[in-house]
């Protein structure tokens, strides 16, 4: 199947980008979005306050119809993890059966700790379920520049489809039926970003950041494949990549929600009402809680969750750390 119309469900920044994607791949494109200001916007002037300085194709077509936009080859679903049930609730009167669903948000959902395809599947069941991760910032991919992708799903030819559709001179996804591994790269690597955040905002230098990575890439490898995850996905471009980004740059919010935690800010005020959403927040206590039920050890995790929740300051949690069992590295 060509996936010639392609439907995005998400207005904010990553949802414009890959509506852009899919609009310079030569599909015709709807982008649902709630904000009826941003859709007049997109449609009278090509342009989005997500996406500052960013010139939208002009082929993109915005509505605030949801049924609209379900009118679809392919949907991409690009709204935050925890709202993933809700939307898939609301999209179900709509969505033909069989259509794919291309879960685009990294998260696990707060409360049960299912993955999103999981959430998906409880929801939307007559939907065909795949994921798109990897290394990508919004503004790099709507700026055109080059960006290497991993869609999954359970069927490889759907997972091939998928990435023909989208694939363009600076957009190459690589196709993958690993749907495991692609989701706990990049629901992990959100919350690994925050610790390597608080070092550099505490300034404990690029050695402590260095190996804080190494060692949260240990932790996201031993959950990922408890739970049956390939360890040539784990060490792409949803595994490690995505994590060498998030933990190395402030355009990752998630860094950038760290390196105001290591500067002294409280969590209280970084996620007060009207603040920007940080998926590894929402993560963090759900990959503790999933690790405990797989008999796996999360202590950089452990360490963010219990900051989070006021129960350890940056330096206590960083010397928990640094005091655990020597041992030998695995």
């Known amino acids: 199947m060509k996936f010639d119309r392609i439907g995005v469900v998400g ?10 994607v899919a609009a310079r791949a030569g599909r015709t494109v709807k982008l649902y979005a709630r904000d009826r200001d941003a859709v007049a916007s997109i449609n009278r002037s090509g342009e989005t306050p997500r996406l500052p300085g960013i010139k939208l194709d002009p082929a993109l077509d915005a509505t605030n119809d949801l049924a609209e936009v379900l009118e679809a080859d392919a949907v991409l679903l690009v709204t935050p993890a925890q709202t993933t049930r809700a939307l898939a609730l609301q999209m179900k009167p709509y969505l033909g059966a069989g259509i794919p669903v291309v ?19 409880d929801a939307l069941p007559e939907a065909a379920a795949a994921v798109l991760s990897g290394p990508s910032f919004a503004s790099d991919v709507a700026k055109g520049l080059p960006t290497a992708v991993t869609i999954a799903a ?9 990435a023909r559709a989208l694939a363009s001179d600076s957009f190459r996804p690589y196709s993958s039926t690993d749907m495991i591994g692609v989701q706990i790269g ?4 959100n919350v690994l970003a925050i610790p390597c955040g608080a070092i550099v905002g505490r300034g404990l230098g690029a050695s402590a950041q260095a190996a804080l990575t190494a060692r949260g890439f240990a932790e996201l490898s031993r959950l990922a494949k408890a739970m049956g995850a390939r360890t040539e996905t ?7 990549g995505d994590l060498v980004l998030t933990s190395s740059s402030p355009q990752s919010r998630n860094m950038a929600f760290g390196i105001e935690i290591g500067r002294g800010r409280s969590v209280a005020e970084l996620t007060a009402p009207g ?5 590894g927040v929402h993560t ?5 809680e999933l690790g405990k039920r797989r008999g796996v050890e999360l202590p950089i995790c452990e360490a963010v969750a219990a900051v989070l929740a006021g129960g350890l300051s940056v330096d206590e949690a960083l010397q928990v750390l640094m005091s655990r069992p020597l041992k030998r590295e695995i």
Not at 11 to 20: E, M, N, Q
Not at 275 to 279: A, D, I, Q, S, W
Not at 284 to 288: F, G, S, Y
């Open 11 to 20: 207005g904010g920044s990553w949802g414009t980008a890959l509506a852009l």
């Open 186 to 189: 990049g629901a992990l690597k």
């Open 234 to 240: 784990l060490t792409g471009l949803s595994g490690l």
């Open 275 to 279: 603040t920007k959403l940080v998926e």
């Open 103 to 121: 879960l685009c948000a990294k998260g696990l959902e707060h409360g049960s700790g299912a993955l999103l395809t999981d959430v998906l599947a």
């Open 154 to 162: 359970d069927d490889a030819g759907l997972a091939d489809n998928l």
């Open 284 to 288: 963090a206590p759900v990959a503790v």
